[in-house]
């Protein structure tokens, strides 16, 4: 709801003229903004118009495409009657191969058993021969192969044993059979009168096995190829099915598609022409998507000033203003303000407290061993906590959240201080992104940490003298692509393990971890673990962050080092290097 206000002073016309002014005003606001409405509702309506006369055209389209697909192809219920058909008949057609196959063979032994049997009757071996020979005999064995192929094709079909081609064949199979058998008999009679009884019988079962056996050899051959001839049917069908189902399926989804689309165009247009009829109607109270709640009047006593109102106004947001600055000052001061929130906040030892420097001002100064300042004797305070909570372990990897923590110099001046109480002591400078112990200790950066992981240095090599006592160094080294990988190498496991053989401690300096998996991956590979919180710097979530992956990790953290603290409770203020 928008409530329009016109003040007037009564100079000018007084609250009566304002009032008049205010409902012409809104009047002519109506009026503008329903000629907009209407121009806006006439574009929509012809774009819905225009969308509705596409959508109806790919409609057409998609169905012909449709119908098109299934005379061509017929519809999926015809594709699985077709395929259920073909399955039948391929079955069919190898039980048949089956059963003739068997039938041959049985036709086979009997023949060799009634064989055997002539043997025993040399006269007739004579008469077998004459009866083989003779042309009628040959036309009926051909004949009958030949109509025993047809019956086989023929039952192959649809209609089976009731298709009347194969009654036609299988009653003329059974013509030439007795035929056969009649030419037989007329043989015997005519030629041989002598013969005995049981040999004529054994002849006339010898011939019928024949007769079988070429039969059933002719109805296997058939039964072989229509085998072949469905198989080839059956995967080309296969291979094509799937393909047809899936090009109909998408067809009828692109349909539907079209048709939710075209139901919403049409109920969009439906919506558009109510919300004209209502725009254009004169007895609507909305005009212009705007609606005159109540007409403006006239007042009868002034409106302004009101200085007791803005006074009291004043006052209260004078006041709020002021706490919520303090307010936000304290939400957003996310550093810590005390080491000992830091103690409580990670409840792990607080190994050591620096002060502030003024790195900026004095560079990244060295606490040598002749310097007895309050910085100097904090970090000869923090060697000695290291050593009594390390209970042994020698080497050490000190870890900060981000950069810009003083991680680097904190390091140098630790190892310095380690070597004034111990006889043998190394920094190793695993930071490979953007290594400083280099800069620190005045040496180039030519070789270290990366080339001996790559094989191209020995420790002897890396290994450089401070020209302080028992203190060592080995710097970074060139610049790598994937210091992830190198850090994660067997060589870098090789190296720490001849450094704490060699060395009474191992200090290493790392990258940050909330910025870096390297420091993580590190964090495996040394004894103790310190961490390191900027006062001035780092705030508590990205500290609670570090600790947790740490924790997480199940690495040994034994203490936090608490830097750039300037709480006078703890023996120094801020500090700035002469």
Request: proline share 3%.
């Amino acid at each position: 709801m928008i409530e329009v206000t016109i003040r007037m002073r009564m100079d000018e016309g007084g609250s009566e003229l304002a009032s008049i002014v205010a409902n012409e005003l809104i009047h002519v606001i109506q009026e503008q903004r329903s000629i907009k409405t209407n121009t806006e509702m006439a574009q929509r309506q012809d774009f819905i118009d225009d969308k509705i006369r596409v959508v109806e055209d790919q409609i057409d389209e998609s169905t012909q495409k449709v119908r098109k697909f299934l005379k061509e192809n017929g519809d999926s219920a015809v594709w699985n009657a077709y395929v259920d058909n073909i399955l039948l008949r391929l079955s069919d057609m190898k039980k048949l191969k089956e059963s003739s196959d068997a039938l041959m063979n049985a036709e086979l032994k009997k023949i060799d058993r009634l064989n055997a049997k002539l043997s025993d009757e040399p006269e007739f071996v004579e008469y077998s021969k004459t009866l083989s020979r003779d042309p009628l005999w040959e036309k009926y064995r051909i004949d009958l192969a030949e109509l025993q192929k047809q019956y086989v094709a023929a039952q192959a079909t649809a209609l089976g044993q009731e298709n009347p081609a194969v009654k036609s064949l299988k009653a003329q199979i059974d013509e030439i059979t007795e035929k056969n058998k009649s030419l037989v008999k007329d043989e015997i009679s005519s030629r041989v009168q002598s013969l005995n009884p049981t040999r004529q019988a054994v002849l006339n079962q010898l011939i019928e096995s024949q007769m079988n056996l070429i039969a059933n050899r002719s109805q296997s051959e058939l039964a072989e190829k229509l085998v072949k001839e469905l198989e080839l049917e059956k995967e080309k069908l296969f291979s094509k099915l799937p393909e047809n189902q899936y090009q109909l399926y998408k067809m009828n989804r692109d349909v539907d598609y079209i048709f939710d689309v075209y139901k919403n165009l049409l109920q969009k247009k439906l919506e558009a022409e109510l919300l004209a009829l209502e725009n254009n109607s004169e007895s609507s109270k909305i005009k212009g998507g705007i609606e005159i709640v109540d007409i403006a009047r006239p007042v009868s006593k002034p409106v302004s000033p009101r200085i007791k109102f803005i006074s009291a106004i004043a006052a209260i947001a004078g006041v709020a203003v002021g706490i919520a600055m303090a307010f936000l000052s304290e939400y957003f001061e996310d550093t810590y303000q005390s080491p000992d929130e830091v103690k409580d906040d990670f409840n792990i030892p607080l190994l050591g407290i620096l002060p502030y420097v003024n790195y900026r001002k004095n560079g990244m100064p060295l606490f040598l061993p002749e310097n007895f300042s309050s910085t100097a004797e904090s970090f000869r305070q923090l060697a000695a906590n290291m050593e009594l909570f390390a209970l042994g372990r020698k080497s050490f990897l000190v870890i900060s959240s981000i950069y810009g923590e003083g991680r680097s110099i904190i390091v140098a001046n630790l190892a310095i201080a380690m070597s004034q109480i111990k006889e043998s002591v190394v920094i190793v400078d695993c930071d490979l992104r953007n290594p400083a112990q280099h800069k620190i200790f005045g040496f180039d950066n030519n070789s270290g940490l990366s080339d001996f992981i790559t094989g191209k240095s020995d420790i002897k090599q890396i290994l450089l003298d401070t020209k302080l006592q028992n203190l060592k160094i080995i710097c970074s080294g060139k610049a790598v692509n994937s210091p992830v990988e190198l850090l994660r190498s067997d060589r870098m496991n090789e190296l720490i393990g001849e450094l704490k053989s060699a060395f009474d401690i191992v200090i290493a300096d790392s990258p940050p971890l909330s910025q870096f998996a390297d420091t993580l991956i590190l964090s495996q590979k040394f004894d103790s673990i310190i961490l390191l919180v900027d006062m001035k710097k780092t705030s508590r979530e990205v500290a609670r962050r570090v600790y947790e992956q740490l924790s997480i990790a199940n690495v040994p953290v034994i203490g936090v080092v608490c830097n750039k603290s300037d709480v006078d409770n703890y023996g120094f203020r801020s500090f700035e290097v002469a």
